[in-house]
T-cell receptor, first 114, second 114 residues
Framework: GAVVSQHPSWVICKSGTSVKIECRSL??????MFWYRQFPKQSLMLMAT?????????EQGVEKDKFLINHASLTLSTLTVTSAHPEDSSFYIC??????????FGPGTRLTVT | AQKVTQAQTEISVVEKEDVTLDCVYE???????LFWYKQPPSGELVFLIR??????QNEISGRYSWNFQKSTSSFNFTITASQVVDSAVYFC???????????FGKGTKLSVKP
């Protein structure tokens, strides 16, 4: 199957700083990538849909100014958590869409804000 | 509205027992996909199966089997002769043709004790 990577796999940052998470499709191109967030012992919730060359679409309740998404190429989408706070600590997972019904997940990034 | 319900929050079995994880979904789309993923403690999602809405055939893969019934909007997952390595959180998910992203159930934590 296709491979999606995420970097970093884990990160610890101080409150008030910004963190960038990269999501790459390694062996295919993806016009659309999705960003999910998973709090401890909870399910995965869609945060935003990232489309190459256009603005991301955010789900209700997700602050677009806080979670900046850039999808500058067909193989890379980035999520930047700006001015991170402890409540942003979570597991962030991206997926890259080949076609409806077929997407591949990255291994996830565990963010801890102290 | 689209929704996935996994009513079982946690299940504990003894090794070699059979166990069924329930999944009920709601959607207005006539074309959709259903998935099961396994999430071990590392967090990475492991793809288990995808079914499209036009294929109601049950599937068996080794000790795993899936029962898809459109009449009851259910897509249940059975593990036969469970093993300790099956311990994980299992997510059922829905992808509608009109959306592309996955809608996850809350997950079922399966503990298999030796």
């Amino acid at each position: 199957g296709a491979v999606v990577s995420q970097h970093p796999s884990w990160v610890i940052c101080k409150s008030g700083t910004s963190v960038k998470i990269e999501c790459r499709s390694l062996d295919f191109q993806a016009t659309t990538m999705f960003w999910y967030r998973q709090f401890p012992k909870q399910s995965l919730m869609l945060m935003a849909t990232s489309n190459e060359g256009s603005k991301a679409t955010y789900e209700q309740g997700v602050e677009k100014d806080k979670f900046l998404i850039n999808h500058a190429s067909l193989t890379l989408s980035t999520l930047t958590v700006t001015s991170a706070h402890p409540e942003d600590s979570s597991f962030y997972i991206c997926s890259a869409l080949i076609r409806v019904g077929e997407q591949y997940f990255g291994p996830g990034t565990r963010l801890t804000v102290t | 509205a689209q929704k996935v319900t996994q009513a079982q929050t946690e299940i504990s079995v003894v090794e070699k027992e059979d166990v069924t994880l329930d999944c009920v979904y709601e959607t207005r789309d006539t074309t959709y996909y259903l998935f099961w993923y396994k999430q071990p403690p590392s967090g990475e999602l492991v793809f288990l199966i995808r079914r499209n809405s036009f294929d109601e055939q049950n599937e068996i893969s080794g000790r795993y089997s899936w029962n898809f019934q459109k009449s009851t909007s259910s897509f249940n997952f059975t593990i036969t002769a469970s093993q300790v390595v099956d311990s994980a959180v299992y997510f059922c998910a829905l992808s509608e043709w009109s959306q592309g992203n996955l809608i996850f159930g809350k997950g079922t934590k399966l503990s298999v004790k030796p």
